[in-house]
């Protein structure tokens, strides 16, 4: 059965920093485009960042130059480095297949940027 | 930027049929697949039409997805409405720089 399982969302100051892991079963995180989509409080979705098999990444504007993409093959995990976060940033976060479409998604991990 | 736009919500009986529209803002639809999601509530979302027009396994033929160039639009259609189809649907294809975006979302209800 492939299972994404975030964890790492939390409660954190604005200008504060936090990173989000997401570990696979089932599923090869290295062979796959992978993707970070987050989802403010009763809003819609917005794509957050890509690491693309090859190694390549690739991110949002709202996001650029704050947050990173990773991943550890051998632990079939990514992860997102979120650095400057501020209240906007606050949404569940979640991690994603995206090799020509979203598939499969995780259940998602809530983070909140509030003093 | 190029976005996205869907109604915001629609809503119809059991047993009718909805169409949601998503509309790009710029350049043509055609040229990029465009993908369907569902969410029901407190659920992570799900893929019901992917490739414009395509149906994973398991997602009935009720769902269908298609392309009208002319309006530059793509469409989700729901026949045979039924409870279960209350969620929100949100469009998804690409911009000029290949980055993911997702429509507004439409919200569906089932009267």
């Known amino acids: 059965e492939v299972q994404l399982v975030e964890s790492g969302g939390g409660l954190i100051q604005p200008g504060g920093s936090l990173r989000l892991s997401c570990a696979a079963s089932?599923?090869?995180?290295?062979?796959?485009?992978m993707s970070w989509v987050r989802q403010a409080p009763g809003k819609g979705l917005e794509w957050v960042s890509v690491i693309y098999s090859g190694g390549s990444t690739y991110y949002a504007d709202s996001v650029k130059g704050r947050f990173t993409i990773s991943r550890d093959n051998s632990k079939n995990t990514l992860y997102l480095q979120m650095n400057s976060l501020r209240a906007e940033d606050t949404a569940v976060y979640y991690c994603v297949g995206s090799e020509g479409w979203f598939d499969p998604w995780g259940q998602g991990t809530l983070v909140t940027v509030s003093s | 930027n190029f976005m996205l736009t869907q109604p915001h919500s629609v809503s119809e009986s059991p047993g009718k049929t909805v169409t949601i529209s998503c509309t790009g803002s710029s350049g043509s639809i055609a040229s990029n697949y465009v993908q369907w999601y569902q969410q029901r509530p407190g659920s992570a979302p799900t893929t019901v039409i992917y490739?414009?027009?395509?149906?994973p396994s398991g997602v009935p033929d009720r769902f269908s997805g298609s392309i009208d160039s002319s309006s530059n639009s793509a469409s989700l259609t729901i026949s045979g409405l039924k409870t279960e189809d209350e969620a929100d649907y949100y469009c998804?294809?690409?911009?000029?720089?290949?980055?993911?975006?997702f429509g507004t979302g439409t919200k569906v209800t089932v009267l």
């Open positions: 998804q294809s690409y911009d000029s720089s290949r980055h993911y975006v």
């Open positions: 089932g599923f090869t995180v290295s062979s796959n485009y």
């Open positions: 490739e414009d027009n395509q149906r």
